[in-house]
């Protein structure tokens, strides 16, 4: 069983950072990628980025540039750095790991919310 630990979220103005971890326990040898996604009050769940065990990356369109994502293999840790925030970025973010076999597991969601 995975179980994931986000931490990092909370209230930050218009154009400030943030960065978030998500740090997986359990089979944390089996991971094919792991990323993040969010869901913003009365609206679908979006991905964020995503990054596979070899360092591949993938970006929303409206993320690119502003966010990065990267991991620690050794700790099984993912990070979001988010530069630029907007405050259309304000979601619940939540993390996901996908293993070898295809199988999801997610985070319980932190909470990142920009404004003056």
């Known amino acids: 069983q995975v179980q994931l630990v986000e931490s990092g979220g909370g209230l930050v103005q218009p154009g400030g950072s943030l960065r978030l971890a998500c740090t997986a326990s359990g089979s944390m040898f089996n991971i094919y990628d792991m990323g993040w996604y969010r869901q913003a009050p009365g609206k679908q769940r979006e991905l964020v980025a995503v990054?596979?065990?070899?360092?591949?990356?993938t970006y929303t369109g409206s993320m690119k540039g502003r966010f990065t994502i990267s991991r620690d293999n050794a700790s099984a840790t993912v990070y979001l750095q988010m530069d630029s925030l907007k405050p259309e970025d304000t979601a619940v973010y939540y993390c996901?790991?996908?293993?070898?076999?295809?199988?999801?597991?997610w985070g319980q969601g932190t909470h990142v919310t920009v404004s003056s």
């Open positions: 996901k790991l996908r293993d070898l076999w295809s199988r999801v597991y």
């Open positions: 990054i596979t065990s070899g360092g591949s990356t």
